[in-house]
């Protein structure tokens, strides 16, 4: 069992910057691939990021590739979103998920490859 809490979520002007922040419980994080997914009002859940245990292999969407990046440490168990150049269209919930795996497969954008979730924190861009 994996509990995720997330936090650093807020209210911020566009084209400033946030860091989100992922701590999860358990003994072996490591063993788990990470992602942050998000949704904002009326649309669906959205794939962000993912990274895999060993922090080796990341992905991104294309609507934050460049301006987002994810990062893990896995001594203290937590996994990162740094945001910048935010934008209006970034405002979400932003949740955290673990893999039961340490490797992220080729449907690793897909919501059901992650098997626990966080509660998520609000992210909103003001124009």
């Known amino acids: 069992q994996v509990q995720l809490v997330e936090s650093g979520g807020g209210l911020v002007q566009a084209g400033g910057s946030l860091r989100l922040s992922c701590a999860a419980s358990?003994?072996?994080?490591?063993?788990?691939?990470m992602a942050w997914f998000r949704r904002a009002p009326g649309k669906e859940r959205e794939f962000v990021t993912a990274?895999?245990?060993?922090?080796?292999?990341?992905y991104y969407s294309d609507a934050v590739k460049g301006r987002i990046t994810i990062s893990r440490d896995n001594a203290k168990n937590t996994v990162y979103l740094e945001m910048n150049t935010l934008k209006p269209e970034d405002t979400a919930v932003y949740y955290c998920?673990?893999?039961?795996?340490?490797?992220?497969?080729?449907?690793?954008?897909?919501?059901?490859?992650?098997?626990?979730w966080g509660q998520g924190t609000q992210v909103t861009v003001s124009s």
């Open positions: 998920a673990a893999a039961s795996r340490m490797f992220l497969r080729t449907t690793y954008y897909y919501p059901n490859e992650y098997t626990y």
């Open positions: 358990g003994r072996t994080f490591s063993n788990n691939a």
């Open positions: 990274i895999s245990g060993g922090g080796g292999t990341t």
